[in-house]
């Protein structure tokens, strides 16, 4: 792994210069959190490092709620997305197994991955919410985003993950090879004291295979008890960054408009004839699980879920799903 | 990461005749812009213009690739505006899509075909493919059943059949009219009176899902095994590319890994029938 050391005036300075050839977006903190916002040059010193997920996901970059998905597009500016947590990294990879696989790859999502250079921050904290560690997600980025820009102290540690990146990095001289380990022990430091909050944060949850093992024994009594709170909207499949299902609406000229769908709204899984498979509330709210904890694992090797607590945070039933993963794991549940 | 083709764009299909199967049920005959073909049992998504967009299987020869043919029960929204249209309309067609009816593994078998209602219209494809194979087959066997006489569809299918060396083909119905001969009952009442090496056979079924479990369960009952049921799985196929997660079924996409399953593939899943 290739690290580079920039002081952040030199780094904010060189994203000013950036910003002439590239739209970049960061995680910025503002009154209602912190969220990715589009940077002009007086936003630069706004931009937050090592700071915990965006109230939005990233998938929202690349799977917009609603396009017309048959229209050519132009893309002018390649795109910097800066300051993004590994769980949202690692939930990007899942979305690429879906949209880039080899048979039928989606070409917007296609484009607009080429067009994009991530960015990547360490956390050094985490809110309350986070459980990334509790299924094997660090939470900081060494495989699969871009480069990763952590700030020490008025330093810009790089991380030089892909060959993207390198290219990237070595366009900016002011970036230099760091002189001795120092700074690196400093971050390695970090990671173990952040995953320490995680792993005294996620006391109790079951792991990857456990969960999914849980959900498939489960009778139907858990699913009633905790989608008796769930009103069907949609904020848990609105806010993932895996959740990825979406709806073809016709328009005149054969043209498609592809919009973002979600498998807890009434009606997803219903046909022509009729048959709802997921007619029932507590089928569609257990479906969510299945999906995520059971059948992505089989499809793609991964769990569909991040970690990142956003679905917990946006519920308005109050529905907290590690409460429930731990109440199957406590075999509290009556298997039917 | 080359390719770039849009997965979401249909191709234009001129639809060259309309043909009244039954009071609700058509068959659109399609001349796609370029030469398209297909495998038996896989399924194409066919769009009406700015209306909507619905998956079906080709009713027609898979060795035919000039034009192709789609039966079409009225049943939703896209079929209703389906059954209004005059030919002379252009379609779009994306696809093929899926799994279909491994043909070859029929090699050296007995092929008993259990269809029901508007499940014809896939079979009629199947029975094309397999007669252009019959040498290598040891016979064929359709039973199917529809609700009355003027539901059922491709009625000259059956004489035809029976007079096709290897062939048999057997129709009963739900409710019989004053002028109706043949046999009455659901469709697996006619699985009773066939004779069938069973041993050396695979079993194809398709067609509404109550008519499917139950023919899966009396399939089962004669002494076939899991893995010799092939099932045609009718799930919301919106997508057509594994993507759009409607027609998830368990850890399969109907419409990449299937239509098609054995039901030793899919029995775990307790969605199947719904």
């Known amino acids: 792994m290739q690290y580079r050391c920039i002081k952040k005036e030199e780094w904010d300075k060189t994203l000013e210069q950036l910003l002439l050839s590239y739209t970049i977006f960061g995680s910025v903190r503002n009154e209602f959190g912190i969220d990715y916002e589009l940077i002009s040059p007086e936003d630069i010193p706004r931009i937050s490092y090592n700071t915990p997920k965006p109230v939005t996901s990233l998938k929202s970059f690349f799977l917009p709620v609603r396009e017309n998905c048959t229209s050519e597009k132009v893309y002018e500016k390649p795109m910097i997305i800066l300051g993004i947590p590994n769980c949202d990294i690692e939930g990007l990879c899942l979305l690429d197994e879906i949209y880039l696989d080899s048979e039928f790859s989606d070409i917007h999502y296609r484009k607009r991955r080429e067009n994009t250079l991530l960015i990547a921050s360490d956390c050094t904290s985490i809110q309350e919410h986070c459980h990334c560690l509790s299924y094997n997600i660090h939470p900081y980025s060494s495989v699969n985003a871009d480069i990763a820009a952590i700030n020490f102290d008025g330093t810009i540690v790089l991380r030089v993950i892909t060959v993207k990146g390198e290219e990237f990095v070595r366009k900016i001289p002011a970036a230099i090879t760091p002189e001795n380990d120092s700074i690196l022990s400093l971050v390695e430091s970090a990671h173990e004291a952040t995953e320490a909050l995680l792993s005294a944060a996620d006391y109790g949850l079951p792991d990857v295979k456990a969960s999914g093992k849980r959900v498939i024994e489960s009778g139907t009594a858990i699913w009633e008890k905790y989608s008796s709170r769930c009103v069907s909207c949609g904020a848990c499949v609105s806010i993932c960054p895996t959740c990825s299902c979406f709806l073809l609406i016709d328009k005149p000229g054969f043209e498609k408009v592809k919009q973002m769908d979600g498998c807890q709204y009434p009606g997803f899984e219903r046909v022509a004839g009729g048959e709802d498979a997921l007619y029932e509330l507590h089928n569609r709210f257990k479906n969510r699980y299945l999906c995520k904890y059971v059948w992505k694992s089989m499809k793609f090797g991964s769990i569909a879920c991040t970690g990142c607590g956003r679905c917990i945070e946006a519920c308005i039933g109050h529905i907290n799903k590690n409460e429930i993963l731990r109440e199957l794991d406590a075999k509290k549940v009556n298997v039917e | ?274």
Not at chain 2, 28 to 36: C, D, K, R, Y
Request: proline letters at 6%; one cysteine or more; aromatic letters at 10%.
């Open chain 2, 1 to 274: 990461m080359s390719n770039n083709k849009n997965i979401y764009k249909p191709v234009r299909a001129l639809l060259t005749d309309v043909i009244t199967e039954s009071p609700l049920i058509k068959t659109f005959v399609l001349e796609p812009e370029t030469n398209f073909s297909f495998e038996t049992g896989q399924f194409i998504e066919l769009s009406v213009d700015g209306i909507g967009e619905a998956p079906f299987t080709p009713s027609s020869s898979p060795l035919v690739t000039e034009n192709l043919e789609v039966t079409v029960m009225k049943t939703g929204y896209v079929t209703e505006y389906m059954h209004h249209l005059k030919p002379g309309v252009l379609m779009g067609i994306r696809g093929p899509y899926g799994r279909g009816y491994p043909v070859r593994n029929f090699f050296g078998k007995e092929v008993l075909i259990l269809g029901g209602g508007c499940g014809l219209a896939p079979i009629r494809s199947l029975l094309y493919a397999l007669e252009d194979i019959k040498d290598k087959l040891i016979k064929v066997i359709l039973c199917y059943g529809s609700k009355t006489p003027t539901d059922c569809i491709y009625k000259p299918l059956f004489a035809r059949l029976n007079h096709t060396e290897k062939f048999e083909a057997h129709l009963t119905v739900d409710k019989p009219d004053e002028g109706w001969k043949g046999s009455v009952g659901v469709a697996t009442t006619l699985l009773n009176s066939i004779s069938i090496n069973i041993k050396s056979s695979i079993a194809v079924v398709c067609g509404p899902p109550v008519m499917m479990k139950f023919g899966t369960i009396r399939l089962l009952e004669m002494g076939y095994n899991e893995d010799q049921i092939y099932l045609s799985m009718e799930k919301n196929m919106s997508c057509g590319l594994g993507k759009c997660g409607h027609c998830m079924m368990g850890e399969f996409f109907v419409c990449r890994d299937g239509p098609v399953f054995t039901y030793d593939e899919i029995k775990h899943n307790p969605e199947i029938w719904k």
